[in-house]
């Protein structure tokens, strides 16, 4: 069973709220389970080189976001995302997703013209939250 499948409705429809918003600002977001969640991320999008490391993200929750999508896009995205699903449990960032990058962004990731400028999690406990910055320009 996809891990996909698992999560309630109601939670599916709310994460496809925000990321409906969060598209807008060229930011995608993906729901991830509460544990085990970095490698349904890898399955998830086929990463083949995992020795990227996490670490917690500088600041608060909107401080994370700010530096992830941008200074003037970032207070929609929170507002919805802490609206839906209240504050972060923790925030995650990778400590240099340069060639992680690189492998979503080639012909067998996410596409050869999607550029990915940043990730981070945000864990909520039973489920995590993944937020992508990005463009296809």
């Known amino acids: 069973m ?12 709310k994460c496809s709220r925000l990321d409906k918003l969060s598209m807008y600002y060229e930011t995608s977001v993906q729901l991830l389970p509460g544990s085990g969640w970095l490698e349904a991320f890898w399955d998830f999008y086929e990463i083949k080189d995992r020795t990227q490391r996490l670490i917690p993200a500088e600041g608060d929750f909107r401080e994370a976001l700010r530096e992830l999508s941008g200074d003037d896009v970032f207070t929609p995205i929170a507002d919805l995302t ?14 240099d997703d340069a060639a992680l990058r690189d492998e979503l962004e080639g012909p067998d990731g996410l596409g050869p013209l999607f550029f990915i400028f940043g990730l981070m999690f ?12 990005g463009t296809n320009n």
């Open 2 to 13: 996809n891990f996909l499948q698992s999560f309630p409705p109601a939670l599916m429809e």
């Open 82 to 95: 802490e609206a839906l699903f209240g504050t972060p449990e923790r925030v995650l960032v990778f400590e």
């Open 122 to 133: 945000c864990e909520y406990g039973d489920y995590t939250l993944c937020f992508i910055s």
